[in-house]
């Protein structure tokens, strides 16, 4: 039997097989501390699973709308207007299968042969499979611990073409928690607007920030970026939901019916009665997300003090998301060595910066409990002088 040639060009999830890797290691019993998780580590709250078990005993369990329940898409559109300042209606939102079928559904409308699409490295790891899934090209842009690993005005400016169809920004970032400020924002916005691409907007982390990090969406900067912004966001990060699959996309209603075409004959709806949870999450009390946000903030505090009295590891400290990406240069390891080794030798699971494009750093999430990290990172610290 023969494959489709699409296949061999994507590598699978290696976050996806690092973590199943270090469940199953834990289900056999071994004590693993991981930090590989990429969902933050709480139950989802209650009054959003209430809403949701009211919707299924009320019969709300039949196809629905394509594009998602309208009280969704009103609720989407209503937080984007509150929170975000950007002026879109329901008929500008789609509802999709997690924020993922948002960006894989959206490359599969916009982005054919020929077509270059700008990606800042390090980046979330699936955003180059999905554009070469749509037979376009990633053009990946290395950043530096040094710029906090943002791209730059110049950089961008630098790669984009005749051939260039979009370009994704991811702020906060997955995974370095790097966020643009807003006048980092506005330069970008100019240069979108300048060169006359699109930009898509990949804000899942929007609500996890710390200490005074303030998070602009791009489409907010002027009228001519909102017109060539294409917004992607979910409930997974925020609302601690990755499994009831629920993202979104907003863009103009040109792309919206596009993308709405593609899911009518790949996913249609999402789940129908898992939609009224989306709902209660957003028109119900935000306190949920505050909770969270304060246990990472303490995390945060913990984990990056620690990696960098680590000899020789260091790691900027995140403005956002749940994540430290720590430079593993001095070690003289490679990313995916040093992870097999760790987890091997310590049970420790990271995930290898080679998936995120840069080899020389790992990726630590901090969505765990504080045992798991002092417990996790003192078999770290052993690791790394055992090397030498
Ligand atoms: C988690 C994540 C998503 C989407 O997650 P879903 O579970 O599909 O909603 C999208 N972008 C980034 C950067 C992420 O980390």
């Known amino acids: ?18 973590s199943a890797k270090a469940k199953e290691m834990k289900a056999s019993g071994i004590d693993v501390c991981s930090f590989s998780a990429g969902e933050p580590d709480f139950p989802t709250p209650q009054h959003v699973c209430d809403a949701a078990k009211k919707a299924l005993d009320e019969g ?19 937080k984007l207007k509150t929170f975000n300042k950007l002026d879109y209606s329901a008929q500008n939102i789609i509802v ?6 948002s960006l894989y559904n959206l490359m599969q409308t916009l982005v054919e042969e020929g077509d270059e699409v700008i990606i800042p490295a390090p980046f979330w ?33 630098a790669v984009i073409t005749p051939r260039t169809k ?11 928690g ?11 916005a100019k240069l979108v607007v300048d060169n006359d691409i699109l930009v898509v907007s990949d804000e899942i982390y929007e609500n996890i920030l710390y200490d005074d990090a303030e ?10 970026v909102f017109q060539r912004t294409i917004l992607c966001n979910g409930f997974a990060k925020s609302y601690s939901m990755t499994g009831w699959r629920i993202g979104y996309t907003a863009a103009s209603e040109e792309i919206i019916g596009a993308m709405g075409k593609i899911q009518s004959h790949s ?117 790394v002088s055992s090397l030498g």
């Open 60 to 78: 709300k369990t039949k196809y629905g709308a394509v594009a998602g329940e309208l009280a969704l898409r009103e609720a989407i559109a209503n």
């Open 215 to 224: 998070h602009l969406s791009i489409g907010a900067v002027s009228p001519e």
């Open 125 to 157: 790891l699936s955003y180059p499979q999905m554009v070469k899934l749509a037979g376009g090209t990633p053009i990946v842009v290395d950043t530096k611990a040094d710029t906090n690993y943002k791209i730059t005005p110049e950089q961008l400016q």
């Open 267 to 383: 996913t249609s709806n999402v789940c129908t009665f898992a939609q009224y949870g989306a709902i209660a999450a957003l028109n119900e009390s935000q306190e949920c997300v505050q909770t969270m946000l304060k246990a990472f903030t303490e995390r945060r505090e913990y984990i990056c003090q620690a990696i960098n009295n680590i000899e020789q590891l260091s790691c900027p400290r995140p403005d956002g998301a749940f994540y430290v990406f720590v430079d593993i240069s001095k070690t003289g390891k490679k990313s995916l060595d040093f992870c097999s080794t760790l987890l091997e030798s310590e049970q420790v699971a990271a995930i290898p910066g080679i998936a995120f494009g840069a080899d020389d750093c790992i990726r630590m999430s901090y969505a765990t409990d504080m045992e798991t990290i002092k417990k996790g990172i003192a078999r770290l610290e052993r690791f």
């Open 96 to 101: 999709t299968n997690g924020g993922k079928f």
């Open 1 to 18: 039997m023969k494959l489709a040639a699409r296949v061999n060009q994507v590598s699978p999830s290696l976050t996806l097989a690092i």
């Open 166 to 176: 979009l370009f994704i920004l991811n702020s906060p970032s997955n995974p370095t």
């Open 178 to 188: 790097t966020v643009y400020s807003p006048s980092e924002i506005r330069a970008l």
